[in-house]
C-alpha cells in the first residue's frame, strides 16, 4: 500500500509515495524532501478559513494521531503558530458565545448553522472575531483579528469596523456561555488543486466563563478523552487524491464532534452534580 503519490500536477507538495506496511509501522522519506515554501502561512490560512470549504473529521486514537501528524511534517507545512516545543503545537483558547436560550447548543434558530466565539493563539495579544456558518455542506467564517485591549470596545458596539460582530451580538442577545482550551497542530498544503488544511487537536478542557474577558490557558474539566484526538481535513471542491491514502490508515470512519456541545454537556451535569469533572 502506498499513502500518498505524487500526481503529476505541477505542485508545492505533492508527496512522493513510499510503502506503509500497518499504521504501527511506516516508511517516512527523511526530513529533507519536505518542501520549503515561498508563501505567506498567515496569508492562504486566512483565505482558505473564510472561503467556501469542506470539512472532514476523524475522532481517532492517539496512536494513529502520532502516525498522522508524522506524515503532516513530511509532507505539509507547520503553522505559523507552531512550538517546537509542543511538537509543532500551540495552544488555542475560545470564548464561544450563545443565545439565552443556548440556541446554538441546541442548534435551532441561528444556532442550526451558526457558531460565534472569540479566539487566541498560545500567548498572542490578537484575538479573533468569528463567526463561522455551514450552508449546503460547505463551511465559511468571517474573522477579524483585534487586539485583546479593544474587546471592550467590541462590546459596547463603539467602532463601526467591528461592527458585523457587534451587531449580532445585539441581534442574537449572545452572550459568553464557555471557555475552552485545546493543543492543536495544524498543516497547511498549496497545490495546483487548492489549499488544504489538516489539523489535529488534543488535550481538549473547558471551563465556566468569566464575563466578557479574553480567554486564557485554562480549563478544568476535561472534554476529549487522552487516549483520543480530533483530526480535521480541510479543503475546496472534491476529496483530494493527497489526503484519500492517508486516511487509508485510519480505521476510524468520518464522523461529527463539537467540542462546544460537548463542554457545555459536562460543565452541566458537573452544576448539576451528576457527575465529577472529568480531568484525565
Known amino acids: 500500500m502506498y499513502l500518498a503519490t505524487n500526481s503529476g500536477h505541477d505542485t508545492d507538495c505533492d508527496a512522493v509515495s513510499f510503502p506503509v506496511s500497518s499504521i504501527g509501522e511506516r516508511s517516512l522519506p527523511s526530513s529533507d524532501r519536505q ?39 513530511v509532507y505539509m507545512q507547520p503553522d505559523q503558530h507552531a512550538d517546537p516545543a509542543l511538537g509543532d503545537g500551540y495552544w488555542v483558547r475560545t470564548l464561544y458565545l450563545d443565545t439565552p436560550g443556548a440556541d446554538i447548543y441546541h442548534r435551532r434558530g441561528v444556532g442550526r448553522s451558526r457558531k460565534f466565539r472569540i479566539r487566541g493563539y498560545g500567548s498572542s495579544p490578537e484575538l479573533w472575531l468569528e463567526m463561522k456558518w455551514k450552508r449546503k455542506e460547505k463551511v465559511r467564517k468571517r474573522r477579524t483579528v483585534i487586539h485583546q485591549d479593544q474587546l471592550p470596545l467590541i462590546m459596547a458596539n463603539s467602532s463601526q469596523e467591528y461592527d458585523w460582530f457587534s451587531s449580532r451580538i445585539d441581534r442574537y442577545q449572545l452572550q459568553p456561555a464557555c471557555q475552552i482550551t485545546y493543543r492543536r497542530q495544524a498543516y497547511l498544503c498549496r497545490t495546483s488543486h487548492g489549499v488544504y488544511r489538516l489539523t489535529l487537536d488534543r488535550e481538549a478542557f473547558s471551563q465556566p466563563h468569566d464575563g ?12 476529549l ?13 472534491d476529496f483530494p487524491l493527497f489526503f484519500r ?9 468520518p464522523g461529527s464532534y463539537s467540542k462546544y456541545r460537548r463542554a457545555i454537556s459536562t460543565l452541566m451535569d458537573q452544576s448539576m452534580g451528576d457527575s465529577a469533572c472529568p480531568t484525565g
Open 35 to 73: 518542501p520549503k515554501l515561498p508563501f505567506s502561512f498567515r496569508e492562504l490560512t486566512q483565505k482558505l478559513l473564510t472561503s467556501p470549504v469542506s470539512e472532514t473529521k476523524y475522532l481517532i486514537s492517539r496512536s494513529v494521531a502520532d502516525l498522522v501528524s508524522g506524515w503532516a511534517q
Open 212 to 223: 466578557w474577558k479574553a480567554p486564557v490557558e485554562a480549563g478544568n474539566c476535561r472534554i
Open 225 to 237: 478523552n487522552a487516549e483520543n484526538a480530533i483530526l480535521e481535513l480541510k479543503y475546496q471542491g
Open 245 to 253: 491514502s492517508l486516511v487509508e490508515l485510519i480505521p476510524q470512519v
